[in-house]
Structure formats: structure tokens, C-alpha cells
């Protein structure tokens, strides 16, 4: 099996020299948030606007202890503050967190008949009288209050764009994807991955002001359902533009009101197009370049399950080395089934075999002899089969010449004609 596309990993040697939790850019640490406090006046609007230029969200309450810690930062100088809850309702259940966590539901501290969103659809809280502690509604336009930013804590590093435990650095150098994963691993990191909403705002907000235009992150998106970040991190958030189908390897996030991608959306791009890009590592630690390199490759080919016995719903098959390109002369066998009275729905999301010399045969039960649902060759759209049986056999023949891209396709239980 080859790897197309190989460069080189520096691995070098990172010393932890911090872990007492720190806050930046001036804010303080209380109940294990960073806080800062802004006593000017300002509209929600403009409140939120100030936060995220610190890569920050207007101040989140939890629990008890944080609701505490708001009268705690705020002492006597402001009475009321902005908070980053927004209701949809007049319910606790019907206001969100601006942080993307959830509703009120689960603790809040609303005065009496709040939430009121006939008086406003933006929450406030009040530090004084009879109502100190409380949480009200206010109207998000008409409206001005001080506000509390909230930043989460990270460890301290001279980095100069640090937060929640890593350092950041903007490369505005176009460069293709492997030569700029390489800069970053001198870096002792690696390309960014972007595990959460409020990262994601963090990098998308300083972008815009470093970045002329789009940039690489450290995602890859090897086939239709296929995602993972380089650095290892798990696949648990994900920004992708709905509207965008897989084309490319590599990610990329948008940078600009003008493109077709809205900004801070992230889309596929083709490895070897030069973009600005954005490096991750760890804070707190000390980096020590000059260490052993070890090829490795960006984007591993899937398991493909060529030749592999039975195979039981659901699943993904592929073409060899897919999603790079097959080997001339191969021969593959795919045997599906499901379970009891269930049919076996086969749909290939990608397709791309040399025309009228690479053939994929699909057959309506466990042999060549079964009934033959379809011979299919050349670039196509995605389409799905249906077999009549709990079983499907699946059939790949590559010829000679140069070979193409392959195919993936997934394979479910389907109760047919319900």
C-alpha cells in the first residue's frame, strides 16, 4: 500500500514548566473563570462585541459559586451587568448560553416573573438591594449596562495569543498544507484543531484582524464521512458550512464576507493550495527544536475491507488505499448482510473509477450467480442500491493505465418497503 502524499514530522522535545491556572489580556482569576470587568455602559450588542475581541463571551453562571463571583468582580461600583444569556422564551429552559453550553435550565437565579421577554430577550444582573444576586430581562437594544467578559483559564506562557491552555500563532505566509504543518511542529505544535464553538470564535476573531483571507486549520475530511484532526484530538465539534459538500482533503475556514462560505465556516480545499494558517501548542511548556524527523502521512488511507469475509451491517466499504488512488489489476469481494428479515441498503457517496476499464458489479445476494443489480464505471454522482434478500455482494475489477480515485460506500439494514 503507497502514501501519496508524505512529508516530515519534527519531534521535539516539550518540558512542562507551568500548571498553577493563570488568566491574560488583564483579566482576574475568581472561582476558576477569568473575569474582567467593564464598567462603561454599552448595549448587549456592543457589550458582546467588546468580549470578542479578546476571543471572550459575555460572563456564563452555572452555579451557586458563579453567581457569587459575578458580585464578587463587580463589587460596588456597577449595579447592573449584562450577562451571556439570551431567551427565546419566557422560560429558563428557553434561555441560551452564549458560550454554546445550554439553557438556564438546569441553574438560574431569576428574580420573580423573569424571564419576561415582552420586557426584553437579554439578561441582566443586578449586585445591589433587594434584588442583588438576581437575574432580570432587558431589552438588548434600547437598553445600556456595564458587563463582565469571561475568558477560561489557561497556564501561563509568554505566547502572545494564549488561551484555554494552548498558544496560538497566525501565520499570514500562504503556504500549502504540508509545508505549513512543518513550520508549526518547529513551533512544537501543529496545525490547529478546533474542538469547541468558543475556539473556534476565539481563532475566527483574531484571524480577521491578522488574516487577508481564508485559512488552513489542522482538519482533514479524507471522504464523505470521514473527519479527524492531525494532532490527534477527538472529532467532537464541527463548524463544516452545511451547504458544502466534500471535494478536497484538507480544511480550510473562511475569512472573508465576500466569499461563498460565510465567515468563520469551515470547507474542503485541495492540500496544495497556499493559504494563511493558524499553530497550536501546548501552554505553559518550553520547546526544543532540532529533534529526529519521521515521515508520516497526513490523510491515512481508510480501511478498505477488500477480500475481508462477512461482513454485517452497518459499515463502510472502499476501494483500496482509498481516498487515494487504487493499484492497476485489482480484484475485490465484498460480502454484505444484515440480521434477520432486514435488506441491505448500499449507497455510494463517492465514485470516480477509469470509464470502461475499472468496473464495480453489485449483486442481489451472496454470489456472482445472484441476480446482478448494476455494473457501474466512471466518474458518478451518489446513488444507493436496495437488495431483495438480507445479503449483497459487492465486486471491484481495476484494469490497466492510470487508475482513479475509487469509492466509498456505506452499507445499513433497510426495511424494505415500510
Known amino acids: ?21 493563570v488568566c491574560t489580556n488583564g483579566f482576574t482569576l475568581v472561582n476558576n473563570k477569568c ?3 467593564f464598567t462603561t455602559a454599552a448595549s448587549y450588542k456592543v457589550a458582546e462585541r467588546s468580549c470578542m475581541d479578546y476571543g471572550a463571551t459575555l460572563v456564563t453562571v452555572k452555579n451557586s459559586n458563579d453567581n457569587h463571583a459575578v458580585s464578587t468582580i463587580a463589587g460596588t461600583s456597577v449595579a447592573l451587568l ?32 423573569f424571564p419576561h421577554i415582552a420586557v426584553g430577550k437579554c439578561v441582566y444582573y443586578s449586585t445591589q438591594g433587594a434584588l442583588a444576586g438576581k437575574w432580570l430581562s432587558g431589552d438588548c437594544e434600547k437598553e445600556t449596562k456595564a458587563y463582565i467578559c469571561e475568558l477560561p483559564i489557561t497556564r501561563a506562557d509568554d505566547c502572545k495569543y494564549n488561551y484555554n491552555g494552548y498558544c496560538y500563532t497566525f501565520h499570514d505566509v500562504p503556504t500549502a498544507f504540508v509545508q505549513a504543518q512543518e513550520t508549526c511542529e518547529k513551533e512544537c505544535g501543529n496545525l490547529a484543531s478546533v474542538t469547541s464553538a468558543n475556539e473556534n ?18 482538519g482533514l475530511w479524507p471522504s464523505s464521512n470521514v473527519f479527524y484532526w492531525f494532532d490527534g484530538s477527538a472529532w467532537n465539534y464541527n463548524n463544516i458550512d452545511p451547504s458544502y459538500s466534500h471535494n478536497a482533503n484538507c480544511i480550510a475556514v473562511s475569512n472573508s464576507i465576500s466569499s461563498s462560505v460565510a465567515s ?42 477488500c477480500n475481508s469475509s462477512l461482513l454485517l451491517s452497518p459499515g463502510v466499504i472502499t476501494s483500496p488505499n482509498f481516498p487515494f488512488s487504487y493499484d492497476n489489476s485489482e480484484f475485490c469481494s465484498y460480502q454484505l448482510a444484515t440480521l434477520g428479515s432486514y435488506n441491505v441498503l448500499l449507497r455510494f457517496s463517492d465514485f470516480a473509477t477509469v470509464k470502461g476499464v475499472d468496473f464495480v458489479n453489485v449483486y442481489d445476494g451472496d454470489s456472482v450467480n ?8 466512471g466518474q458518478l454522482d451518489a446513488f444507493s442500491l436496495v437488495s431483495s434478500g438480507n445479503t449483497m455482494l459487492v465486486t471491484f475489477k481495476s484494469g490497466s493505465g492510470k487508475p482513479a480515485q475509487g469509492f466509498s460506500a456505506r452499507f445499513t439494514s433497510y426495511s424494505y418497503g415500510r
Request: proline content about 9%.
Open 201 to 218: 470564535r476565539y481563532i475566527a476573531t483574531l484571524s480577521n484582524r491578522l488574516f487577508s483571507g481564508n485559512f488552513y486549520i489542522g
Open 35 to 37: 473575569l474582567k470587568l
Open 1 to 21: 500500500m503507497r502514501f501519496p502524499i508524505l512529508f516530515s514530522i519534527f519531534l521535539p522535545l516539550v518540558i512542562s514548566i507551568s500548571s498553577d491556572p
Open 370 to 377: 445472484s441476480k446482478l443489480l448494476g455494473t457501474y464505471t
Open 82 to 113: 449584562w450577562m451571556g444569556l439570551y431567551c427565546f422564551g419566557s422560560d429558563p429552559s428557553r434561555c441560551q448560553w452564549d458560550d454554546s453550553t445550554g439553557s438556564a435550565d438546569m441553574y438560574n437565579s431569576f428574580a420573580a416573573g
Open 264 to 305: 468563520g465556516l469551515w470547507f474542503s480545499i485541495k492540500c496544495h493550495m497556499p493559504y494563511s494558517f493558524v499553530c497550536k501548542r501546548p501552554a505553559g511548556t518550553k520547546c526544543s527544536g532540532n529533534q529526529p524527523i519521521v515521515p508520516v502521512t497526513p490523510v491515512p488511507p481508510t480501511q478498505s475491507f
